[in-house]
């Protein structure tokens, strides 16, 4: 009997007939249809479909997957009450399947023609259960997923089946390990209801792994680590239909913002004899399919929607009326270890019931043919050939003269053969950029009307004037990542967003550092505060540096006029009294050894696609010759880092190290920046301290601490795609200082961010330091915004205002007095008059000659890409203070390098360039 009123049924489907766009409650209206209004619901949710398939060349096709079934592991530290799955160590043979039992099974999938070997398991057993903690001890795994990778690469290598990993609950960094030995992966959302995991008696509750928030941070990390991913609902475990509704707009919202949601499973409860739920009704089909139409209207057409066949009884033509366009993973060979009281259907029954709805059935992979087609960012380099050899290279469907056959899992060969615009280090000076932005623009960092929705209110920027910001495909054209989230099937003569025509770009939002509403933004962002605040922060600030409160420091960062030259003052007495008045400097080299990254910063205005006309990769002959010159211009340190490029091997990063070493045996590698470092741990599969002591052997000497940006995910997740949460990067940096490996700090301001989210920050690295000890310095990085991709998009405001980079500076020197020493500016971000007012206001090193400074060059900095001695020190002569050149550990350099810099003056000769006149 139908909880909602007649007449609110027919608007709501009214409106999806109309193609409009649904929200929650309309979809809750729509999920209690029955009899002659579901039959209306199926039919616009067919419409929707239908249009999503011709979109993408499949029109009338249903997909599947033929797949192997294999249960690695039944033991779980959860205790859902439908599962009958998981059990007790007492009711199996052994904890795991062994590696044989594995192979096994993939290989008798393989000789009956399957091409995806599903593992399912429970989530991590060994915090439960001491029997799964011994045997992988003995089998030499650290946890059950390093048994998981290690048993995909023994199926990649000797059946050619291809993984689809559901090991339940995953961390970015488990997502990164597992990447290169799967082409996909999921977990079943199930639902977002926090009662049914928090109150006693219900289905998840006891089950850590089954908490809503921890599952949608799952799909998160998924889509910011490109990883094609399937999830879905389950209905009928107690949620409500609200619930439903919610659960399927929280995937919706996930698959707009990422795109890396490649099919949703509306998944039906049956119940199981042995389980706590065994007394509740089985969900009712008819139910089955109103939430499957309601999902389909509500996750637009491109997203690929499936209904597991073994548990819709005789109602195929009823579920593909309801929208979907896929039946899953279907196994000739293994039964449903999740549902096994229910068989899955053999193929060509399957396809005859297909058939009779209307429908042919295709074969696809486990990994959906649009990522397939897509490539990178979503196919990891290690896969393509196991994926090439399976996939038919039109469609991205599974082939069907295949043959299956292992193939080696290796790591790519020749990732430091030298590629590309390998000048770009000079010519950026020279000729600049060759387009303002990379070529895969539109697509590779998510959705970004998805992301203004998730900034905060306090600095939201106006969107430009276009409606939207990217540019939709034309006619006929393969959209190069999957375009989801979209609700309806458009109205004819309008865009997919309902705009006419094409998207625009984001270019009528562009501004500069004179923008007259820059201020009003930066005001926004500040919360603004009395002129009595700031002066009571003031006298705070001069008696107790250190104790200064949140609010004091926010309000501090307001300080203007004569507040702000005061704030100067107190800093640069703190200034006098911690380091005296020696204004520092290094002589060194940066070397960015490539610009090819698919990790998706939205700042970034550096990083390349390897078809992009100025990527490039350097060979390590060419990293150890830059060295090399460097070491004869009188350089103490070289600076590497580079973007995260897929075929770079595991060992990269160590190659780097020793190849410098060996040509400058004297040389301080201050390289690799914690993403760099959990991107080297992942392609080696070593903890993070195994790999930072290997590191160390290697020739790394200090750690940039970059990728910092700001330290709050908030932030974080707007502006970077993929880049490594906070909590990895403390745990980087805090690893890295016990190993005995110093490291910079630093900050970059001043776009999506607030003053609370600074003052945050560097008390956060007061924290660190005060723990640790292993930061030698505190760099402030103002945002460079007339490349990045973010401002281009009119998300970000154009950089900090003069006044904030003066108070920041300021500021920093503040609330670090006592732990770090040396705050650092940025010349290469900052014009030569800022770096003059914040070296009398806390600051006391100018950073490197620097040599090759490209990636700020790249965003827009117009400061050059290097500074002779001589121009560092005329910047300082006008404060009167002395200049010292230092030593990466600001230690003195001997006299030979000393001459060895004053004779180059610190800049060697090939990158030397008459910069072009304005």
Known sequence: MSLVSESALRRALARARDGKTLDVAEATVLLHARDEHLDTL??????????????????????????????????????????????????????????????????????????????????????????????LDAHGYDDTLSYVRAMSIRVLEETGLLPHLNPGVLSWRDLQRLKPVAPSMGMMLETTSRRLFEEKGAAHYGSPDKDPAVRLRVLEDAGRSNVPFTT???????????????????????????????????????????????????????????????????????????????LVDAEYELMIRAGIDDWGGVSPLTPDHVNPERPWPQIDDLAARTREAGFVLRERLTIYPEYVLAGEPWLDPRLFGHVAALADPVTGLAREDAVLQGLPWQEPDGGFTSAGRT?????????????????????????????????????????????????????????????????????PGRGEHGSPGQRERADSGRADHGDPGQAERAARATGGHTPAEVRAALRRAEADPAGLSEAEAVALLSADGEALDELARIADDLRAQAVGDEVTYVVNRNINFTNVCYTGCRFCAFAQRRTDADAYTLSLDQVADRAEEAWRAGATEVCMQGGIHPDLPGTAYFDLARA??????????????????????????????????????????????????????????????????????????????????????????GHVDTHVHWVRHIKLIRRLQEESGGFSEFVLLPFVHTSSPIYLAGVARPGPTAQENRAVHALARILLHGAISNIQCSWVKLQDDLCHQVLQGGVNDLGGTLMEETISRMAGSENGSYKTISELRAMVEITGRPVRQRTTEYGHPDGERLAASAASDGVCQSVRRVLPMA
């Open 42 to 135: 199926l039919e616009h949710a067919s419409r929707v479909r239908d249009a999503g398939l011709t979109a993408i060349g499949r029109e009338g096709a249903i997909t599947y997957s033929r797949k192997v079934f294999i249960p690695l592991t039944r033991l779980c530290r959860d205790r859902c009450g439908y599962c009958t799955f998981a059990t007790a160590p007492n009711k199996l043979p052994a904890p795991f399947l062994s590696p044989d039992e594995v192979l096994e099974i993939a290989a008798q999938g393989a000789a009956m023609g399957c091409k995806e070997a599903l593992f399912t398991l429970g989530d991590r057993p060994e915090d439960r259960w001491h029997q799964a903690r011994e045997w």
């Open 232 to 310: 879905g609902i389950l209905i009928g475990i107690g949620e409500t239909i609200e619930d439903r509704a919610e659960s399927i707009f929280a995937i919706r919202r996930v698959a707009r913002e990422y795109g890396g949601v490649q099919e949703v499973i509306v998944q039906n409860f049956r119940a199981k004899p042995d389980t706590a739920m065994r007394g509740l009704p089985d969900a009712d089909l008819q139910e089955l399919a109103a939430t499957i139409a309601v999902a389909r209207l509500v996750l637009g057409p491109r997203v690929r929607l499936q209904a597991p066949p073994n």
């Open 423 to 491: 000048d770009l280090h000079v010519a950026v000076d020279r000729e600049g950029r060759t387009n303002d932005r990379r070529d895969d623009f539109d697509n590779v960092y998510g959705d970004w009307e998805a992301l203004r929705e998730r900034l905060d209110p306090a600095v939201r920027i106006a969107p430009p004037a276009a409606d939207h910001l990217l540019a939709a495909p034309a006619p006929g054209e393969r959209a190069a990542v999957p375009d989801q989230g979209e609700q309806t099937v458009p109205a």
């Open 660 to 749: 410098v070493k060996a040509r400058t045996p004297g040389m301080h590698v201050h390289a690799f920046s914690p993403m760099e470092v959990i991107n080297g741990a992942s392609r080696t599969n070593l903890s993070i301290e195994d790999w930072l002591h290997a590191a160390k052997e290697a020739g790394v000497d200090s750690l940039p601490g970059t990728a910092a940006e700001i330290l709050d995910d908030d932030v974080r997740w707007v502006l970077t795609k993929g880049k490594l949460p906070t909590r990895e990067w403390i745990d980087v940096i805090t690893t890295a200082h016990r190993v005995g490996i110093p490291t910079t700090s630093t900050m970059m301001y």
